[in-house]
């Protein structure tokens, strides 16, 4: 077992609370020792500071070199940036990755969907470089550069590599975006040449949303630029479950966060009705990430162990049980 190693908690907005509670009583059931750092970002802080990400939350992350965040809101409309994008793009947390597997005894419209979405993080479209050119006209900037385009897809290929997955499939609208989406695709086609035993294919990202609702077991590894990624994410997670049953991570060279795909589900927060398992898998993620294997998978399987009885869905999988009901028996199975 390792050393008592020190963690930033971010419990966030709206149901963030609720499910990082949750989560973090699951890491300490596994008897995985971890400190953790708790700090304050979102929308109360915005009140209080006038940032929703604040710097003594992103010094936490640069010293600890790993968080375990909760969900943060982004109200539409001018003056509040929103506070995932400057936490990823100030700690360069370039490679968004989510994995998207069934689970058994979870309702979904496919059984044995097994995919990972790995997402360019840090430009894009969200850049966040808009202005209004004119009344009534306004301009918003796709940014791609060859060296995120380049590092992102050598993550891909590198994962595909380390989890022994065959095929790597470039999402795109180069025939359209011809300059930005072709530097994108140009650069997977390059890092492509040195992983000859995984397969590379491009498809164009309207026909990859036809093609994963149609048939997604055809889908291995998703490389996806930020926009497309965001939206496929969540499109994915409905292809499993939903939002409250997908887990996430950020990566960077020096640091990584990890949450869930959903949001603060304002709707359910302080309910006690949100469905933890997102989060919950988002902490195992973090605990392999740390080289707690053996505690990551203890999870993973209580969790696929709780959701195989019916009995203890969430409203969102069409139950009734609770938070309580849900984390009270992951931590009875964690064995
Ligand atoms: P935000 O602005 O933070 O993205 P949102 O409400 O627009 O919030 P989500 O928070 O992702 O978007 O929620 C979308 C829907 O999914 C809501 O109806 C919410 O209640 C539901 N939902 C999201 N996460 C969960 C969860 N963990 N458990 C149960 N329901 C969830």
Redesign the pocket.
């Known amino acids: 077992m390792a050393n008592d190693r020190e963690v930033t908690l971010i419990p966030g907005?709206?149901?963030g609370p609720e499910?990082t509670e949750a989560a973090v009583s699951i890491v300490e059931a596994t008897g995985v020792s971890i400190q953790w750092e708790r700090v304050e970002a979102g929308s109360d802080v915005f009140q209080k500071y006038g940032s929703a990400m604040p710097e003594g939350v992103l010094n936490s992350i640069r010293r600890t070199r790993v968080a375990l965040k909760g969900?943060?809101?982004?109200?539409i409309g001018d003056g509040f940036k929103s506070p995932n994008v400057a936490l990823r793009q100030s700690l360069e947390l370039y490679a968004c990755v989510r994995p998207v597997a069934s689970i058994p005894g979870v309702p979904s419209r496919y059984e044995d969907v097994d995919l990972v979405i790995v997402r360019e993080n840090t430009e894009g479209l969200y850049s966040g470089l808009e202005h209004r050119v004119a009344p009534g006209v306004v301009e918003s900037l796709k940014i791609v550069t060859e060296a995120a385009s380049l590092r992102i897809a050598r993550y891909a290929f590198e994962l595909a590599r380390r989890e022994r997955r065959s095929r790597i499939t470039a999402v795109h609208k180069a025939n359209i975006m011809k300059l930005s989406d072709g530097l994108f695709l140009e650069c997977a086609r390059r890092v492509a040449v040195d992983y000859s035993e995984i397969a590379f294919e491009e498809i164009i990202i309207d026909n990859c949303a036809m093609q994963l609702v149609s048939d997604p077991r055809r889908f291995d590894v998703l490389l996806l630029d930020n926009l497309y990624g965001d939206i496929l994410s969540?499109l994915c997670a409905g292809l499993v479950g939903?939002?409250?049953v997908v887990p996430g991570s950020n990566i960077g060279e020096d640091c990584a966060v990890f949450e869930?795909?959903?949001?603060?589900?304002?709707?359910?927060a302080g309910k006690r009705?949100?469905?933890?398992?997102?989060?919950i898998l988002s902490a195992s993620q973090m605990l392999r990430y740390l080289g707690e294997d053996a505690a990551a998978n203890r999870i993973e399987s209580a969790v696929r162990e709780t959701l195989a009885d019916t009995r203890h869905h969430?409203?969102?999988l069409g139950g009734s049980a609770t938070l309580d009901d849900i984390t009270t028996s992951v931590r009875d199975k964690l064995g």
């Open positions: 907005d709206g149901i499910v969900p943060i809101g982004t109200p969540d939903g939002l409250g869930a795909v959903h949001g603060s589900a304002p709707d359910i009705l949100a469905n933890p398992c997102a989060l969430t409203r969102d």
